[in-house]
């Protein structure tokens, strides 16, 4: 069995609340439309779900082992809202149970990392689809002050450049915060997502 160090410990818990934010906001959005603009531009909430449950169904594939890419194509959902959900606690099973030091993750290059970075990089991605949902549907989220600087510190480690410019890049290049601003308008910021967004305006 592996050693689960504090550190893991302390990471799988903060991830398992990044995912139980992203379940809230979807669950609040289960009245929405599904044509409902988000801020993953050409994106309806629809479309946004199918991803999201789709890449909570690739990193539990990776977590346990897998080496397949079909588990990543994006499949379109009957119950979009239950199959997120599903998928989102199945994930932290997955992880939580994780064995295996390197896990395969097709989409992002070179496509072999550790475990522990491949928890980041779902960790980061929870928290900023939650909020995408949340501000499709009117919501707002709230990070609690123990996830928040770990979201932040991995929004931060994001690589910029050329490639956030790629049509098929997960982040948009990074914007300017006020260093005043709170953590989770400059983990958006970093990441490409303007605060200030909202359906209707860019």
């Given at each position: 069995?592996?050693?689960?160090?504090?550190?893991?410990?302390?990471?799988?818990?903060?991830?398992?609340?990044?995912?139980?934010?992203?379940?809230?906001?979807?669950?609040?959005?289960?009245g929405?439309?599904?044509?409902?603009?988000?801020?993953?531009?050409?994106?309806?909430?629809?479309?946004?779900?199918d991803?999201?449950?789709?890449?909570?169904?690739?990193?539990?594939?990776?977590?346990?082992?897998?080496?397949?890419?079909?588990?990543w194509?994006?499949?379109?959902?009957?119950?979009p809202?239950?199959?997120?959900?599903?998928?989102?606690?199945?994930?932290?099973?997955?992880?939580?149970?994780?064995?295996?030091?390197?896990?395969?993750?097709?989409?992002?290059?070179?496509?072999?990392?550790?475990?522990?970075?491949?928890?980041?990089?779902?960790?980061?991605?929870?928290?900023?689809?939650?909020?995408?949902?949340?501000?499709?549907?009117?919501?707002?989220?709230?990070?609690?002050?123990?996830?928040?600087p770990?979201?932040?510190?991995?929004?931060?480690?994001?690589?910029?450049g050329?490639?956030?410019?790629?049509?098929e890049?997960?982040?948009?290049?990074?914007?300017?915060?006020?260093?005043?601003?709170?953590?989770?308008?400059?983990?958006?910021?970093?990441?490409?997502?303007?605060?200030?967004?909202?359906?209707?305006?860019?």
């Amino acid at each position: 069995m592996r050693t689960i160090s504090e550190e893991d410990r302390l990471l799988l818990a903060r991830h398992e609340r990044a995912v139980r934010l992203s379940i809230d906001a979807v669950e609040a959005a289960s009245g929405a439309s599904l044509s409902t603009e988000t801020p993953c531009a050409g994106w309806d909430l629809r479309a946004l779900l199918d991803h999201m449950g789709t890449q909570n169904r690739g990193f539990a594939a990776a977590a346990r082992g897998g080496t397949d890419p079909a588990v990543w194509v994006v499949r379109r959902a009957v119950d979009p809202i239950g199959d997120y959900v599903r998928s989102a606690h199945d994930v932290v099973e997955a992880f939580a149970a994780c064995q295996v030091r390197t896990v395969f993750l097709p989409e992002i290059p070179p496509g072999q990392f550790s475990a522990a970075t491949a928890l980041g990089f779902h960790l980061i991605d929870s928290v900023v689809h939650a909020w995408d949902v949340a501000r499709s549907v009117g919501h707002a989220i709230d990070l609690d002050s123990d996830l928040a600087p770990t979201a932040l510190c991995i929004a931060e480690a994001v690589p910029t450049g050329a490639a956030r410019l790629h049509p098929e890049a997960a982040f948009a290049p990074a914007l300017e915060a006020a260093d005043t601003a709170t953590t989770l308008t400059r983990i958006l910021a970093v990441l490409g997502r303007s605060p200030e967004w909202r359906p209707g305006r860019a």
